[in-house]
Nanobody
Framework: QVQLVESGGGLVQAGGSLRLSCAAS????????VGWFRQAPGKEREFVAA????????RYADSVKGRFTISRDIAKNTVYLQMNSLNNEDTAVYYC???????????????????WGQGTQVTVSS
């Protein structure tokens, strides 16, 4: 069992930056892929970014490429999402999720993720 706790959300002006953190407890992230998803009011939960813990392979949604960066700190068993150049469309609850896998490339489908955090709100004001 993996427990995930997100932090770092908040209110930021358009063009600003935030860094989200996802800390795991219960076990380490090794052999997992870790992803970030987001859900805006009235919309479905969508993929944002993910990485494989073992090799660090990453993938991004087209909407965040070049603006968001996912990374990991192995010693802290924590995954980060650095978000730059934020705009109103980035406003959502952001969720961290873990997928048990030996794949070399992280999945983007939320249905493949086994564990989820409680979410952290990101609000971008114009």
């Amino acid at each position: 069992q993996v427990q995930l706790v997100e932090s770092g959300g908040g209110l930021v002006q358009a063009g600003g930056s935030l860094r989200l953190s996802c800390a795991a407890s219960g076990r380490t992230f090794s052999s997992y892929a870790v992803g970030w998803f987001r859900q805006a009011p009235g919309k479905e939960r969508e993929f944002v970014a993910a990485l494989t813990w073992s090799g660090g392979s990453t993938r991004y949604a087209d909407s965040v490429k070049g603006r968001f960066t996912i990374s990991r700190d192995i010693a802290k068993n924590t995954v980060y999402l650095q978000m730059n150049s934020l705009n109103n469309e980035d406003t959502a609850v952001y969720y961290c999720a873990a997928h048990r896998s030996g794949s070399t490339y992280p999945p983007s489908s939320r249905n493949l993720y086994d564990y989820w955090g409680q979410g952290t709100q990101v609000t971008v004001s114009s």
